[in-house]
């Protein structure tokens, strides 16, 4: 027969080394300062990738943010196709953690909330059953296309 006392020492003792091991991973996983991203998509010929960065951020938070020089909507085309994103009505705004990321990292090219907020163009998707999230922003007029995702 068990000892009471030593089974529910031993689950203390594992529910310790669980709580350090998961700690630990959280903490080898976070990388606070942004680094340049590859983007996951082949891109057409006429966008050209002008800056980038990847911020992770613990156990399950991450983001990615692209900005490209883009001729015409072909890129834009297929990120709407590929990630099924909806085009936002002007009182709804993309979700966006690359702003305030950027303000804090002092990333000159991202552009301000309300830079985002006045582009011409709007466009995204939310899975909150994932916590994660898909954006972007289209100026045809100055040809720059901001690309942000990541989960929350």
């Not at 009471?4 to 998961?22: D, N, Q, R, W, Y």
């Not at 340049?36 to 050209?48: C, R, S």
């Not at 966006?96 to 985002?116: D, N, R």
């Amino acid at each position: 027969m068990v000892n009471k006392k030593s089974l529910l020492l031993c689950l203390s003792g594992c529910f310790v080394l669980l709580l350090l091991a998961s700690v630990l991973v959280g903490w080898m996983r976070y990388d606070a300062s942004p680094k340049p991203a590859p983007f996951p998509l082949k891109t057409p010929p006429n966008a050209q990738l002008l800056n980038s960065f990847k911020h992770l951020g613990g156990f399950d938070d991450w983001t990615y943010a692209f900005e490209f020089a883009a001729q015409d909507g072909q890129l834009r085309d297929l990120l709407i196709r590929e990630w099924d994103l909806a085009r936002y009505a002007d009182s709804r705004e993309p979700v966006s953690w690359a702003h305030g990321l950027s303000e804090f990292w002092a990333i000159k090219w991202w552009p301000t909330e309300g830079e985002l907020s006045s582009a011409p163009e709007r466009y995204g998707r939310e899975n909150v059953e994932h916590a994660q999230y898909w954006s972007i922003w289209y100026d045809p007029a100055r040809e720059r296309l901001y690309v942000e995702y990541g989960n929350w």
